[in-house]
């Protein structure tokens, strides 16, 4: 091992490699359909063995699951479906015993409409909880530009929301209740109303649940949309200019520092590793800065999740999908490895529980997914940061062929179809279903593929969600026997960083900054016995591409330490890349 920078200090997050599991789709150990604890229990060896160093989990908390387990009715207690508190406990303890560590999902946006503090916050006007969520007053529709008929009210009730603001699952941002006659906020499902961040006895709360967490022997938080826990003062309408009108209004509000800095000093500690999630369209670098800095008057994240390289394919209505460039990656890559490079720490993925898989949108899942799928991979654990990956990414798995609505899960896709369907914007599934193979969260969601039977090895049951077609040749069982598939590939990446402190610490350095095929950059840390330095060279195109090294690396001798073709190398020197080829060349 070679040593870190001087004004750098190891953390074991920064080190490590970080698998999710999304529960409801890992492994069902009672054959009832739905992936639970006991099942992750089961493959704790699968993932020693990966080479993984720790673990997050999606929610297991009580829930209704209008959103997946992202609407908490009780974040003390393990829902039903995935086990007991006694499950969890030994899951933990089965996990640090492989010397693997254990975030949990944090969700403290908002909670669900069973939670005991919303059912006491609508009981009345007067409820002890009422200020724990939002509550508002409805506006007359003829001093607004809302129309009465967009909104679920009674009849005798002649009024419109608060403001204008849209759920980011389609439809209002708020919902009337009739028993205390005034509307609740819900960024997203109306399941899941807002949490009042300005209430100290929120905060009181929910600093205490993480404690009740960390006591129990957690390694950290995943913090859901933490960016949302900050309501701008007064809650005005947003621009009706502006297609998604929540987001101009909603991310980054103005309290957001003082919330999360006091969350700091109550309960996190710089040895947690504590990722939040940021949504927005983009995050200022500096704002970025003052979420990861852990010194005086920063927010003491270890470092949080954009969004800007997941909205490169983004067009501007629901069903839109633009093409991307390799330069447009780049372009948002490389911001976020030099603006974090001196002050901050970057997350690395290109996929997750809400996202498409990563090889069916930034590679190629068919002629040459299993090529494609590795580069993506060398990408992932060669740039500078911390890499996670998706449950099913280090098998190549891919996006499901949604032939039916009946197929679809995710509120988020199934709210914004049935609403256009409704409406008459579509005629039917099919005029969609092209969009929803490429973009809904469900793609992510498919059972783990552990073997080529009917269910795939997740369950003995039909599963809660269909099963890829594609589990006959892409499964867990067939990926372990091949010694050149991408589980391997994986394996070897994972081990490589553990090896090399230049993949964690070194300096990341663009040399192709405008090809449209070729990606190509060194990381270098500077040693006591000098500079040690990898070259990284990655083909994103199914068609061969020339690499010309820059003249000061050229001849340069070098050994090939990764790729996903057979290569032997003894220097840098001109090449024709194969379609999706990926090397990794160590110059030190």
């Excluded at 997050?56 to 039903?80: H, K």
Aim: hydrophobic letters at 35%; a negative charge; proline letters at 5%.
């Amino acid at each position: 091992m070679t040593s870190v920078p001087a004004d750098e200090e190891r953390r074991w997050w920064k080190e490590a490699v970080v698998y999710q599991i999304y529960p409801r789709s890992f492994n069902d150990s009672d054959g009832d359909g739905v992936g639970d604890i006991p099942g992750i229990i089961e493959k704790v060896e699968y993932l020693a063995d990966l080479g993984v160093d720790c673990i997050w989990l999606n929610p297991v908390y009580e829930s209704p699951n209008a959103d997946n387990g992202y609407d908490i009715s009780d974040y003390r207690a393990i829902m039903d479906e995935f086990g007991t508190m006694a499950d969890w406990e030994e899951l933990r303890d089965a996990l640090h015993e492989h010397d693997i560590r254990l975030i949990m999902d944090l969700v403290v946006n908002h909670t669900s409409d069973e939670h005991a503090w919303f059912v006491d916050s609508r009981s009345s006007r007067d409820a002890d909880k009422r200020d724990y969520y939002w509550w508002r007053e409805g506006r007359d529709p003829e001093a607004t530009d809302l129309d009465p008929d967009d909104y679920d009210t009674p009849a005798d009730v002649d009024e419109v929301p608060p403001n204008n603001w849209e759920s980011f699952f389609d439809g209002p941002a708020w919902t009337y209740d009739d028993q205390t006659g005034e509307w609740y906020l819900h960024l997203f499902d109306r399941k899941q109303p807002d949490l009042n961040w300005q209430n100290d006895a929120v905060r009181d709360d929910v600093f205490e649940m993480m404690e009740w967490w960390l006591d129990r022997g957690i390694d950290g938080f995943r913090m859901d949309v933490i960016n949302l826990i900050s309501k701008p003062d007064g809650l005005p309408d947003a621009d009706p200019e502006h297609d998604v009108k929540t987001i101009d209004r909603a991310v980054n509000g103005p309290n957001i520092h003082e919330y999360l800095g006091e969350m700091r000093d109550r309960v996190l500690d710089e040895d947690l590793l504590t990722v939040g999630e940021m949504i927005g369209d983009e995050m200022p670098l500096e704002t970025a800065r003052r979420y990861t800095s852990q010194e005086p008057g920063g927010d003491g994240l270890s470092m949080i999740f954009h969004f800007e390289h997941m909205l490169l394919d983004e067009g501007d209505e629901a069903w839109d999908v633009v093409d991307w460039e390799l330069s447009d990656l780049k372009v948002v890559m490389d911001r976020w490895q030099e603006g974090l490079a001196d002050e901050g720490w970057n997350s690395l993925y290109l996929n997750n529980h809400d996202q498409p898989r990563m090889v069916s949108r930034f590679g190629n899942d068919e002629e040459y997914r299993r090529e494609s799928a590795k580069l993506l991979a060398t990408l992932l654990h060669t740039l500078r940061g911390t890499p996670y990956i998706y449950q099913g990414e280090e098998l190549g798995m891919t996006n499901y062929p949604f032939d039916s609505l009946d197929e679809v899960r995710d509120v988020a896709t199934l709210n914004p179809l049935r609403n256009a369907i409704e409406a008459g914007t579509i005629d039917g599934f099919d005029d969609v279903k092209d969009i929803v193979r490429v973009k809904s969260r469900d793609n992510a969601r498919t059972p783990m593929q552990w073997d080529d039977s009917e269910h795939a090895g997740f369950t003995d049951d039909d599963p809660w969600i269909p099963v890829n077609p594609n589990r006959d040749h892409i499964n867990v069982e067939a990926e372990r026997a091949d010694s050149a598939s991408v589980w391997h590939y994986y394996r070897d990446l994972i081990s490589l960083r553990k090896d090399r402190d230049v993949l964690v610490y070194g300096d990341y350095d663009q040399l192709t900054p405008d090809h449209e095929s070729l990606w190509a950059y060194t990381r270098t840390l500077e040693t006591a016995d000098g500079d040690d330095t990898l070259l990284v060279v990655l083909n994103f195109d199914g068609d061969e591409t020339r690499f010309e090294p820059p003249a000061d690396l050229a001849s340069e001798p070098a050994e090939m330490l990764v790729s996903n073709y057979d290569a032997d190398v003894e220097s840098v020197e001109t090449t024709t890349l194969r379609p999706w080829e990926a090397r990794v060349y160590d110059l030190a």
